[in-house]
C-alpha cells in the first residue's frame, strides 16, 4: 500500500474541491422535547473544538484527518451535556445522528476510519493514531476508567481487536474491541432480513443514528446513505448499560486517524438530543462533500486517459451550452447584504423545480399582489405554497427583505409559517407552507360545492385567527401589524385550523411610518376609517379589519357586496340594522339553517360590532377580544345606541367623520354605503 503514496503528488493537483458553504444553525423546530439539544447543518460559523488535524473546510465540512501519514484529528460540541440528572443518577436516554463521508483519492487506499464517541473530556492527547483512531492507546485500551462510548466506522480489520472486515461499524465501551458489530449496511423495511451493503469509503454521504433507551439499557445503531428515512430495523442493536460507563457531564465528538493509509474523514451535518429524538438533519441543507478527483485504474488509465479527454472536452463543450441556459432560466439578484439571510434565501432553481416551472396547473391562486403555486421542494419533498410578487422600485428591498426573514422567525400554530424568499429582477419570491384546505373565503361563499363550516367550525376559527393575532400583537418580541386581515388570508390547514397568512404587506410597527408614503394598503371593506384618513396602521386598525372578519364568518355575507341596482350594501351596518329591529340573530348565516349556538352567535355578532367601531378608542384590544371569546370575561352589556353615536356622526356630517377625540375630520370609506342603507330597509332584509 506504501508504494501507491508515490502518486500522491500528481494526483493531489488533480484534487478539486468544489463545495458550496451552507450553513444554518435554525432552531431545532419540530424536533423532540429533549431536555438539551443541538443542530447542526454544516458548522462553519459554530464554535465546535477542533484538536489535531481536524479543520473546518470552506465549504462547511468538518475534516478530521487529510492525506498525511499518521495524524489523528478531533472535533467537539463545544459544551458538554448533562447525562445524569444527579452525580450518581442513572444515565438518561439520548439520541443522536450524524453525516458523514469518508473518501480517498486514491481508489481503494483507505484511512482507518473514524468513530463518534461520548468522553468525560476533550483531551485525548495520549491517543494514538493508526489502529487507535485517535481514541486509545496500547495503555488504556480496554480500561474501565475510560468512561468512553463509541460508535466506530472502521475501513481496515485489525485482528489484534477481533475487527470482523475491512468495512465495518461497532458499538465500542472503553475498548477498541467492539461489544457488538457488523458489516456496514442497513435492512429493508420490506423484508427485514435483508442486509443491503453499503462502503464506508467513496459510497457519498451516509447518515448515522445511535438511539439509548435507559430503561431497557438497549442501544440501537442504524446506518442508511444520507436522504433516505431511517431504517426501521438498526443494524445494532446491543443491552449495555451506559450508567456504568458515561460521567455526569459528557463531551459529544468525533475522532480519526490515518496510518501509512491515510484518508479524508468527513462530518457533513450533526444532531443530539437528551430525552427526545435528536432533530432532523435536512439533507437538501447539508454542505456537499468535495470532489477529490476520478479513480485511477493504474494500466486502464493509459487507454482511458485520451478518452477521457475527448469525453471531457464534449462534455465541457455541452456543459458550457446548458450552463448559459440555466444561467438564463434560474437567473437571480443577489447582492453582499443579502449573505446574512442565507438560510431565508431559497435558490430559484428550486423554485422553479418545485413548481414544475411555475405550471398553470400549480397555480392556486391569484391575488392582488401576485400569482399563488402550490409546490414541493426538492430533496426535503416539503409541500410550499409560492407566492410571485412583482417589485420594482429599488429602494426599500434592503428593508423589505429585512422584515421576510424577521418575519420568517414568527412561528405560531395559528399563524402561516413563512419559510424564506427568492429574489429575481423586478421579482419577489415569497415561500410559506401549504395550506392544504385553502382559503377561508372559499369554504364560506360555498364555491364549487364544498361544503359550507359549520357553526363549530366556525367559531373555532375566529378564536385561532384571534390568537394569532394576540401573538402578532402583543407576543412576539415586537408589535407586529397584519394590515390585511380578510377571510382570504386566513388559510386552513389539513387540521382545519385557522392560520393567519400573508405577511407579504406587514411592516414593522416599530420601523417607524414613513411620512412620504400615503397610499394605504389593505382591503376595501376592512379598512379602518382612521386608517383610510391618516394612512397609518395601528393594532387597532387590525382589530377593525378583525372585526369585519368575525361578522363576515358569522353572517356568511362578504363585507360589502353590490346589489343589483349597483349599490353597495355594507355589512357592519346591515348587522346593526338588525340589531336596531331587536333581530340581532337575522343576520347570521341562513347556510347554516337555525344549527347554531345562539349564545355564542349573539357574542360574535356584538363582538365583530364592538372590534369594527369607527371611533378606535371604542375597539377592545385583542387580548380583550380573546377573554371575551373564551368567556373570561363576559362582554358588556351594550346597546345599539353605542354604535350608533358613531353612525348618526356620520350622517350629521355629511361626508365626514368626526373623530370626538381629536376633532379632525376625514373622508370615510364608509360614507358612500349610507344611501344603500335605506335600500336594505326598502328590500326589508
Ligand atoms: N400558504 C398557502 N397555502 C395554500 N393556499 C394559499 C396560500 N397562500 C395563498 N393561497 C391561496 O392563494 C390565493 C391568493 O392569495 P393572495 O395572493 O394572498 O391573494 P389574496 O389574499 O388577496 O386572495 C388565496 O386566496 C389562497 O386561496
Ligand atoms: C494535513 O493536515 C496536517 C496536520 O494538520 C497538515 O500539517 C497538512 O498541511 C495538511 N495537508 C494538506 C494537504 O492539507
Ligand atoms: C455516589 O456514590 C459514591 C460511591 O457509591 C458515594 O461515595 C457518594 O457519596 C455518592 N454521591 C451521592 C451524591 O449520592
Ligand atoms: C484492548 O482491550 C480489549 C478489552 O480489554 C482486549 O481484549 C484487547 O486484547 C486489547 N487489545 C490491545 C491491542 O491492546
Ligand atoms: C426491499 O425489498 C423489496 C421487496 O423485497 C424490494 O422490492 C426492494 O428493492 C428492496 N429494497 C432495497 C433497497 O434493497
Ligand atoms: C427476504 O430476503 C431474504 C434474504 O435476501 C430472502 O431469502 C427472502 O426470500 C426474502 N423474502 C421476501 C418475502 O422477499
Ligand atoms: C431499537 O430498535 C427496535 C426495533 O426497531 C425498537 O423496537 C426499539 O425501540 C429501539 N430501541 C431504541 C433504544 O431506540
Ligand atoms: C422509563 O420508565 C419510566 C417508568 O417506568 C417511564 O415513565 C418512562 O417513560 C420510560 N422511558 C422510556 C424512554 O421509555
Ligand atoms: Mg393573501
Same mark, same amino acid.
Given at each position: ?268 451535518? #450533526? ?65 453582499? #447584504? ?55 422600485s429599488?429602494q426599500g428591498?434592503?428593508e423589505f ?80 401589524i397584519?394590515r ?21 404587506l406587514?411592516r414593522l410597527y416599530d420601523h417607524g411610518t414613513d411620512p412620504q408614503t400615503t397610499h394605504v394598503v389593505g ?7 382612521e386608517l383610510v384618513h391618516r394612512g397609518k396602521a395601528t393594532?387597532?386598525t ?120 381629536r376633532?379632525s375630520?376625514y ?19
Open positions: 500500500m506504501a508504494s501507491t503514496a508515490s502518486m500522491k503528488p500528481v494526483l493531489l493537483s488533480t484534487l478539486l474541491v468544489l463545495t458550496i458553504g451552507l450553513t444554518l444553525n435554525l432552531p431545532a423546530s419540530g424536533a423532540g422535547e429533549g431536555d438539551e439539544q443541538f443542530l447542526y447543518t454544516g458548522f462553519t460559523g459554530h464554535n465546535i473544538i477542533l484538536d489535531g488535524a481536524a479543520t473546518i473546510t470552506p465549504g462547511g465540512l468538518i475534516e478530521l484527518t487529510n492525506e498525511t501519514f499518521r495524524i489523528k484529528g478531533h472535533a467537539f460540541h463545544p459544551a458538554p451535556m448533562s447525562f445524569r440528572r444527579s452525580p450518581n443518577g442513572t444515565v438518561q436516554s439520548f439520541s443522536v445522528s450524524f453525516v458523514f463521508g469518508i473518501m480517498s483519492s486514491f481508489g481503494d487506499i483507505r484511512g482507518h476510519g473514524f468513530t463518534f464517541f461520548i468522553a468525560p473530556s476533550t483531551d485525548l492527547s495520549a491517543a494514538y493514531s493508526i489502529q487507535f483512531l485517535g481514541l486509545f492507546n496500547d495503555k488504556n485500551n480496554g480500561s474501565t476508567s475510560n468512561h468512553i462510548f463509541a460508535i466506530e466506522l472502521d475501513t481496515i480489520q485489525n485482528t489484534e481487536f477481533s475487527d470482523i472486515d475491512n468495512n465495518h461499524v461497532g458499538i465500542d465501551v472503553n475498548s477498541l474491541n467492539s461489544v457488538n458489530s457488523s458489516p456496514a449496511g442497513f435492512y429493508n423495511d420490506s423484508n427485514s432480513s435483508m442486509l443491503t451493503k453499503l462502503p464506508l469509503i467513496g459510497g457519498g454521504p451516509l447518515q448515522i443514528w445511535v438511539d439509548y433507551d435507559m430503561n431497557s439499557t438497549e442501544i440501537n445503531v442504524t446506518l442508511a446513505p444520507v436522504g433516505i428515512p431511517k431504517p426501521v430495523k438498526p443494524l445494532l442493536s446491543t443491552t449495555y448499560d451506559l450508567s456504568t460507563v458515561i460521567t455526569e457531564q459528557a463531551y459529544l465528538g468525533f475522532s480519526s486517524s490515518t496510518g501509512l493509509s491515510t484518508g479524508h474523514h468527513y462530518v457533513l451535518g #450533526w444532531s443530539s438530543a437528551i430525552n427526545g429524538a435528536a432533530p432532523t438533519i435536512d439533507p437538501t441543507k447539508l454542505p456537499k462533500l468535495p470532489y477529490l478527483g476520478p479513480k485511477p485504474q493504474s494500466t486502464l488509465l493509459v487507454i482511458l486517459l485520451p478518452i477521457a479527454s475527448a469525453v471531457f472536452v464534449l462534455a465541457v463543450g455541452i456543459g458550457v451550452v446548458l450552463m448559459v441556459r440555466r444561467h438564463f432560466r434560474y437567473k437571480e439578484v443577489r447582492e453582499d #447584504w443579502e449573505v446574512e439571510y442565507g438560510p431565508h434565501r431559497f435558490s430559484y432553481k428550486d423554485l422553479y423545480r418545485a413548481t414544475k416551472g411555475f405550471k398553470d396547473k400549480y397555480l392556486i391562486g391569484v391575488g392582488g399582489f401576485g400569482s399563488v403555486y402550490k409546490g414541493v421542494l426538492p430533496g426535503s419533498k416539503l409541500e410550499v405554497a409560492v407566492k410571485r410578487v412583482s417589485y420594482d429599488k428591498v434592503k427583505v429585512a422584515e421576510v426573514v424577521s418575519i420568517g422567525h414568527l412561528q405560531h400554530r395559528n399563524v402561516v409559517q413563512l419559510l424564506g424568499y427568492c429574489r429575481r429582477k423586478g421579482e419577489l419570491l415569497l415561500v410559506y407552507d401549504y395550506m392544504a384546505n385553502g382559503s377561508l373565503d372559499k369554504h364560506l361563499y360555498g364555491q364549487e360545492g364544498n361544503a359550507t363550516l359549520d357553526w363549530g367550525q366556525r367559531f373555532r376559527i375566529i378564536k385561532e385567527i384571534a390568537l394569532g393575532l394576540l401573538y402578532l400583537h402583543e407576543e412576539w418580541d415586537r408589535v407586529v397584519h390585511d386581515v380578510k377571510a382570504s388570508n386566513v388559510l386552513l390547514d389539513k387540521e382545519m385550523n385557522g392560520r393567519l397568512g400573508d405577511f407579504g406587514a382591503t376595501i371593506g376592512y379598512l379602518a376609517p393594532p387597532l387590525d382589530v377593525f379589519s378583525f372585526g369585519v372578519l368575525i361578522l363576515e364568518v358569522t353572517c356568511g355575507q362578504k363585507p360589502i357586496k353590490e346589489d343589483p341596482e349597483g349599490n353597495q350594501l355594507v355589512l357592519t351596518d346591515w348587522v346593526l340594522h338588525n340589531w336596531h329591529k331587536e333581530s340581532l340573530l337575522d343576520a347570521v348565516d341562513t347556510k347554516l339553517q337555525g344549527n347554531y349556538n345562539i349564545s355564542e352567535a349573539r357574542l360574535a355578532l356584538k363582538l365583530g360590532l364592538l372590534c369594527s367601531h369607527p371611533f378606535p378608542n371604542a375597539r377592545p384590544n385583542m387580548r380583550q377580544v380573546m377573554q371575551y371569546l373564551d368567556g373570561d370575561v363576559t362582554f358588556p352589556e351594550l346597546l345599539p345606541a353605542h354604535f350608533s353615536f358613531g353612525m348618526l356622526s356620520l350622517m350629521q356630517n355629511e361626508g365626514q367623520l368626526v373623530d370626538s377625540s376633532m375630520s373622508p370615510s370609506p364608509m360614507m358612500q354605503s349610507f344611501g344603500s342603507i335605506s335600500n336594505l330597509l326598502a328590500d326589508g332584509r
